[in-house]
């Protein structure tokens, strides 16, 4: 089981719709990263949270520590927003490792 | 463009050729990050370079050969690679090493080994 759970795996939305993706994990985390990865491959920052709630545009960001959960909200979705979503989680301390969820890929049609 | 760039974008060699990854960024940062991204697989972290000096090395095979000549350059040299190193493989910098610093990730190099 990979410490870093998202789901769903795939997700298909209209133009228009509200989208939520999870993010679960099992470790103890001093930060958590939500990343976009577009077709050609490079990766985009978007969040990196370690308490409450963050907005930037459409999207909203926030994290649970207790529960050791994160969703990242898209408001108002459009085509231009498919893409992979990935969550990542950072230890504590001088472990420089993120650990990785496996992504979403969203599709937004028009 | 993020600020890291990395040439070349996609690069296909045969398992006894040498080759060489490079990523640079002048964005000030003083860490930079070799990342692996194999199909249907999450990220993994290779290599971590803090003030040129390498930090972590995780468990990569030999055949893999990071360099990092200043904070602003870093490069992989590929060597008697095997096809199952296929795979996008992405640079990334950051401020410092600590948690509470964002990462800009580069547009990655697509490798297929033949």
């Known amino acids: 089981k990979n410490e870093v759970e998202q789901s769903p795996q795939n997700l298909t939305a209209q133009e228009g719709e509200f989208i939520t993706i999870n993010c679960s994990y099992s470790v103890g985390i001093s930060a958590l990263h939500w990343l976009q990865q577009h077709p050609g491959g490079g990766i985009v920052s978007l969040f990196m949270?370690?308490?409450g709630k963050k907005k930037h545009g459409r999207l909203i960001a926030t994290i649970n520590i207790q529960e050791k959960h994160s969703s990242l909200h898209i408001t108002a979705s459009h085509p231009r927003d498919s893409a992979v979503y990935i969550c990542?989680?950072?230890?504590?301390?001088?472990?420089?490792?993120?650990?990785f969820g496996k992504g979403t890929l969203l599709t937004v049609n028009p | 463009e993020t600020g890291v760039t990395q040439t070349p974008r996609h690069l296909v060699m045969g398992m006894t050729n040498k080759k060489s990854l490079k990523c640079e960024q002048h964005?000030?940062?003083?860490?930079m990050y070799w990342y692996k991204q194999s199909a249907k697989k999450p990220l993994e972290l290779m290599f971590v370079?803090?003030?040129?000096?390498?930090?972590e090395n995780n468990s990569v095979p030999s055949r893999f050969s990071p360099e990092c000549p200043n904070s602003s350059h870093l490069f992989l040299h590929l060597h008697t690679l095997q096809p199952e190193d296929s795979a996008l493989y992405l640079c990334?910098?950051?401020?410092?090493?600590?948690?509470?610093?964002?990462?800009?990730f580069g547009s990655g190099t697509r490798l297929t080994v033949v």
């Open positions: 964005l000030g940062h003083n860490a």
């Open positions: 990334a910098s950051s401020q410092e090493t600590g948690w509470a610093y964002g990462y800009t």
């Open positions: 370079y803090s003030l040129e000096e390498r930090v």
């Open positions: 949270l370690s308490s």
């Open positions: 990542a989680v950072r230890g504590g301390g001088s472990n420089y490792k993120l650990t």
